[in-house]
């Protein structure tokens, strides 16, 4: 269920030998970490920032969904776009590999589970936590670690932020966990807890979700942008929303399932979407995100490499994270 880090996971091209420091990439500086052994995380020393990268290698939600299954290899792809990109982050920036959870035949649930445990660990351990996927599921246990990890703070307004074009709040007659009731397991969760669920989805879209998940949505006060306002035309309003939902909260959980954005920008995705949103907006609402300083975790949710196109979805994928990090350790005031 848990696989440590790889070295084999992280190579690419050497500029050091030429530009020393200046010429570093992502490879040279992961740290790999067992997170059986969480102690060992390196410290976090005055004005450091740390980063862990954790894969969660599931489909097995995609599969209850009736989705294409394939991203159960999403994590191990990913690291390869993401171990050559150049790092521009400095020596008070700590990135660590920790490995991946994985999802043993179909037990889910444990999974799920078990990735919250690790999640809080990082969590508690000063670090942001950075999920790779995998199906979407990874969002309920991305959100078990938080959830335990707020039950540590004294204030813990929680306010999750999702690039999707699905709300993921179906409703499943198994009650089991899929690809696509995340987001309404943490609302029930929410509720038992007697906690706000506050959820805000950017780039939904009517062609993708039934009137009853719209219904859904209302019910539980959802706030969310349609997919056709997704556009820079717009952005005045978009800031405005967002601000507006950010202030309200002291922490932030951020996902991005890959298929709120256009097949040909994201062809390898478990539901193809012939109509979704450019990159280059949700670049930059990531990082007008993350520079608020409220996001403690964050995650990309399926990519599935054997229906990708020229590894499309997976440099996408890697470029996201390299945006959120940026502004992450560049952190100002908001707009």
Same mark, same amino acid.
Request: proline share 3%; aromatic share 12%; hydrophobic share 40%.
């Given at each position: 269920?848990?696989?440590?880090?790889? &070295?084999?996971?992280?190579?690419?091209?050497?500029?050091?030998?030429?530009?020393?420091?200046?010429?570093?990439?992502?490879?040279?500086?992961?740290?790999?970490?067992?997170?059986?052994?969480?102690?060992?995380?390196?410290? %976090?020393?005055?004005?450091?920032?740390?980063?862990?990268? %954790?894969?969660?290698?599931?489909?097995?939600?995609?599969?209850?969904?009736?989705?294409?299954?394939?991203?159960?290899?999403?994590?191990?792809?990913?690291?390869?776009?993401?171990?050559?990109?150049?790092?521009?982050?400095?020596?008070?920036?700590?990135?660590?590999?920790?490995?991946?959870?994985?999802?043993?035949? &179909?037990?889910?649930?444990?999974?799920?589970?078990?990735?919250?445990?690790?999640?809080?660990?990082?969590?508690?351990?000063?670090?942001?936590?950075?999920?790779?996927?995998?199906?979407?599921?990874?969002?309920?246990?991305?959100?078990?670690?938080?959830?335990?990890?707020?039950?540590?703070?004294?204030?813990?307004?929680?306010?999750?932020?999702?690039?999707?074009?699905?709300?993921?709040?179906?409703?499943?007659?198994?009650?089991?966990?899929?690809?696509?009731?995340?987001?309404?397991?943490?609302?029930?969760?929410?509720?038992?807890?007697?906690?706000?669920?506050?959820?805000?989805?950017?780039?939904?879209?009517?062609?993708?979700?039934?009137?009853?998940?719209?219904?859904?949505?209302?019910?539980?006060?959802?706030?969310?942008?349609?997919?056709?306002?997704?556009?820079?035309?717009?952005?005045?309003?978009?800031?405005?929303?967002?601000?507006?939902?950010?202030?309200?909260?002291?922490?932030?959980?951020?996902?991005?399932?890959?298929?709120?954005?256009?097949?040909?920008?994201?062809?390898?995705?478990?539901?193809?979407?012939?109509? #979704?949103?450019?990159?280059?907006?949700?670049?930059?609402?990531?990082?007008?995100?993350?520079?608020? #300083?409220?996001?403690?975790?964050?995650?990309?949710?399926?990519?599935?490499?054997?229906?990708?196109?020229?590894?499309?979805?997976?440099?996408?994928?890697?470029? %996201?994270?390299?945006?959120?990090?940026?502004?992450?350790?560049?952190?100002?005031?908001?707009?």
């Amino acid at each position: 269920m848990y696989r440590k880090p790889n &070295k084999k996971n992280w190579t690419g091209r050497d500029d050091m030998l030429i530009d020393g420091e200046l010429g570093a990439r992502w490879h040279q500086k992961v740290e790999r970490i067992n997170l059986e052994e969480v102690d060992k995380l390196p410290r %976090l020393l005055g004005t450091s920032k740390g980063f862990t990268i %954790l894969g969660f290698c599931s489909d097995e939600g995609v599969r209850r969904n009736q989705g294409r299954v394939g991203a159960v290899e999403g994590p191990v792809q990913m690291r390869v776009h993401l171990s050559n990109l150049p790092w521009h982050f400095g020596n008070n920036t700590i990135l660590v590999d920790g490995g991946d959870v994985f999802c043993l035949a &179909k037990f889910l649930e444990e999974a799920q589970n078990f990735l919250g445990e690790k999640v809080f660990k990082i969590l508690y351990s000063g670090y942001k936590s950075i999920l790779i996927g995998g199906g979407h599921e990874i969002a309920w246990g991305h959100y078990l670690g938080v959830k335990k990890f707020l039950q540590t703070q004294y204030s813990r307004k929680l306010g999750i932020i999702n690039f999707d074009a699905h709300f993921d709040m179906r409703e499943n007659p198994q009650k089991q966990s899929t690809s696509g009731t995340s987001f309404l397991q943490i609302a029930q969760d929410r509720k038992a807890s007697n906690e706000e669920f506050s959820y805000f989805v950017l780039g939904v879209q009517k062609v993708s979700n039934t009137p009853k998940l719209f219904q859904t949505a209302h019910d539980w006060g959802v706030e969310y942008i349609t997919s056709e306002k997704m556009d820079f035309m717009f952005i005045q309003d978009i800031y405005k929303q967002l601000s507006a939902f950010i202030e309200k909260q002291d922490f932030l959980y951020v996902s991005v399932c890959l298929d709120v954005f256009s097949a040909s920008y994201a062809p390898g995705v478990s539901a193809l979407n012939g109509l #979704g949103i450019y990159p280059t907006i949700v670049t930059d609402l990531i990082r007008f995100i993350a520079q608020t #300083g409220k996001v403690l975790a964050f995650d990309i949710a399926e990519l599935s490499p054997k229906h990708d196109t020229d590894d499309r979805t997976a440099r996408l994928a890697s470029n %996201l994270v390299f945006t959120y990090i940026d502004a992450c350790v560049n952190e100002t005031t908001q707009r």
